[in-house]
Structure formats: C-alpha cells, structure tokens
C-alpha cells in the first residue's frame, strides 16, 4: 500500500493512561487515520492492546480493509456487544465493516429495539441518500414525558451531539417534532415535552440530498428529522451536512462552467484559423 508506515507495537506503551492511549481515547478519528497508514497486522495488534473504550470509535473509523479484518478476528457475541455500546453513528460505521452477508444477522441480535430498528433502516436506505448521511446520535422522548423527567435525562447525557438533536414522538413512536430547547428552559415541570416541540418537515430516510437543500426549514431551524416510512425517527440531518454539498454543487458547477468557455474559447479560435486559412487560399 503506497505511504504504509511501520511501527512495532511493542515499543508503544498502550496503557492508560500513556499518552497513546489518551491520543487514540480523545481523537479517535484521528487515530484510526494513522493506523490506516500501518500494515494490517500491526494495525491490528496495536487497536487490539488499546483499552476498550478506545476499540469502539478507533475501529469505526479504519479502513474498510482494517477494520473488516478486525472484526473477522473477533467473537461475534463481542461484535454484537459493541454495536449495542456503540454510539449510533459509531455502531453504523462498524456495521457497514462487516462482511454484507453477515450485517442483517448480527444487528438482529443487538437487544435494544429502538437501535435495531434505526440500523436496519439505515442498512436500507441506499447510496447517496439522507438515511446514509444522516446523524444516527438523538435523543427522543415521549411527547407525554414531563419537563423535569426530560431535564433529568439530559443532564445525564454526555453525547452533545445528541442532546442537540433531540427528538419528540408520540406513543406510537411517530415524530412529533424537535424539541425546542427555548421553550423548554421557559416550561414548567409538571408540563409536558409535546408543549416544547417543533412541528417541522420529516425528511424520507430514502430521499436524495440535492432534493433537501432548498426546503423553507432551513430559514428557521438546523435539524430535520430523519423518519422511515412510518414516520418513526431514524435520524437528524443537520445544515451543515447539506450546505457542505450545495458548496460542492456550486463548485462542481462553475467547473463545468469553466470547461464549457474553453471549449467554446478553443472553438472561436479554430473558427477563425479556418478563416485565416480561406483567406489566404
């Protein structure tokens, strides 16, 4: 593999708390992007010997190539584990890792329905579509939850991300809207989270990107809700993920631009070497 690294695991000290560890613990991203660089097996042995809060996001975030031989390597109850411990997003990236034939089998196990339900959507929303780029990370609520029941639970959250992204449903699990985090620092506590929720468009898990960009929403809020065809919620797309890709459109589109008024500048020119040319006959 062209720009492969070698680092022997046994000069590095993976234990916690060594700055390795703290590395691989804190910037997981990061990290998996170095051992990408690595040849498989050491790349292996080296996220093997982290501590195990750090093999679930650094695995996620390998190679399709590394992180398929890991997981091969591992039991698939401790699979199954991991993608029940996993954040959401971190757990569909460990899940599009596994061998295609085996993905169905080892979500079916996982024991939270709720997580279960939201995987195997998204493992069926396809290429190029909302559900794939979507956050899997949300918190959701009953919309006949109380306000101090719902301050509760997120105090107890440590994930920002899916603090922000916070959904309200209704009891049949249905999306009711996001919740309205204003509204909720103003509510009652005997009051109940419906009050605190805002009514927005529900964008279909199979709906392409380029048809979500320009939706009256995005004047007024950040978040959508992600909902299958039952309306039941199985992700938040964020802004940022789609002006990112209107940026792209956009500069996708002025290359194109740009190659079309060479072509027609390299044409004006022949045009007028051919004339040249008559002229001079």
């Excluded at 060594?18 to 990408?36: D, Y």
């Excluded at 996220?47 to 190679?63: G, K, Y």
């Excluded at 699990?173 to 996001?178: K, N, P, R, S, W």
Aim: glycine fraction near 4%.
């Amino acid at each position: 593999m062209a720009g492969q690294v070698s680092i022997d695991p046994s000069t590095l000290n993976l234990e916690a708390p060594s700055l390795v560890s703290q590395f691989a613990q804190k910037h997981p991203s990061e990290f998996a992007r170095v051992l990408s660089h690595c040849d498989s097996v050491e790349a292996r042995t080296i996220l093997q010997s982290l501590p195990q809060a750090s093999v679930i996001p650094v695995a996620a975030h390998l190679t399709q190539d590394i992180a398929r031989d890991f997981l091969q390597e591992q039991e698939r109850d401790q699979v199954v584990a991991w993608l029940h411990d996993a954040t959401m997003d971190d757990a569909m990236r460990l899940v599009q890792r596994l061998p295609a034939q085996e993905r169905a089998k080892l979500v079916s196990r996982i024991p939270n329905a709720h997580r279960k339900r939201v995987l195997n959507r998204s493992l069926a929303s396809g290429k190029d579509s909302v559900g794939e780029i979507a956050d899997k990370d949300f918190l959701w609520f009953a919309a006949s939850t109380r306000i101090d029941q719902v301050r509760a639970e997120i105090k107890k959250s440590s994930d920002r991300d899916a603090i922000e992204s916070a959904i309200v449903v209704n009891d049949d699990d249905t999306v009711v809207g996001l919740l309205d985090y204003v509204s909720l620092t103003q509510a009652a506590d005997d009051a109940l989270v419906r009050t605190c929720a805002i009514h927005t468009t529900l964008i279909p898990i199979h709906a392409r990107p380029q048809a979500v960009l320009y939706l009256e929403d995005w004047h007024r809020v950040n978040r959508l809700p992600v909902v299958d065809h039952e309306s039941m919620p199985v992700g938040v797309l964020r802004w940022g993920q789609i002006a990112e890709m209107e940026t792209a459109v956009d500069e996708t589109e002025a290359k194109d631009q740009g190659i079309f008024y060479e072509i027609l500048d390299t044409m004006i020119e022949l045009g007028r070497d051919m004339l040249t040319a008559q002229g001079r006959q």
